[in-house]
Nanobody
Framework: QGQLVESGGGLVQAGGSLILSCAAS????????VGWFRRAPGKEREFVAAMSGSNIVKYYEDSVKGRFTISIDNAKNTVYLQMNSLNPEDTAVYYC??????????????????WGPGTQVTVSS
């Protein structure tokens, strides 16, 4: 049974940066689409970024394009989300996800076979 665990969340001032990590056990990211989602207080879960495990295709939600970067280190079986120029609207619980399918399907359907427990990101103004 695969498990995902996020780390790297915290409190940061507006304009700052954070790097989130997601480590997998029991599954190999190279065989999955991997992605990040977030849920802000009172809002539904929102797609943030996704990529194929082969590191070829990447998708981003419009509001994070140019600020966030998803990447994967298959040797470490870890996915990262580099977040720059953070603003208070980025405050949310961020979840890592893996899907046995295409990254495009993850983006469109918000579907995943595995989810991490989430890590809190708080951006102060």
């Amino acid at each position: 049974q695969g498990q995902l665990v996020e780390s790297g969340g915290g409190l940061v001032q507006a304009g700052g940066s954070l790097i989130l990590s997601c480590a997998a056990s029991g599954l190999s990211f190279s065989n999955y689409a991997v992605g990040w989602f977030r849920r802000a207080p009172g809002k539904e879960r929102e797609f943030v970024a996704a990529m194929s495990g082969s590191n070829i295709v990447k998708y981003y939600e419009d509001s994070v394009k140019g600020r966030f970067t998803i990447s994967i280190d298959n040797a470490k079986n870890t996915v990262y989300l580099q977040m720059n120029s953070l603003n208070p609207e980025d405050t949310a619980v961020y979840y890592c996800a893996a899907l046995d399918g295409a990254a495009q399907r993850m983006r469109v359907t918000k579907a995943a076979d595995y989810w991490g427990p989430g890590t809190q990101v708080t951006v102060s103004s």
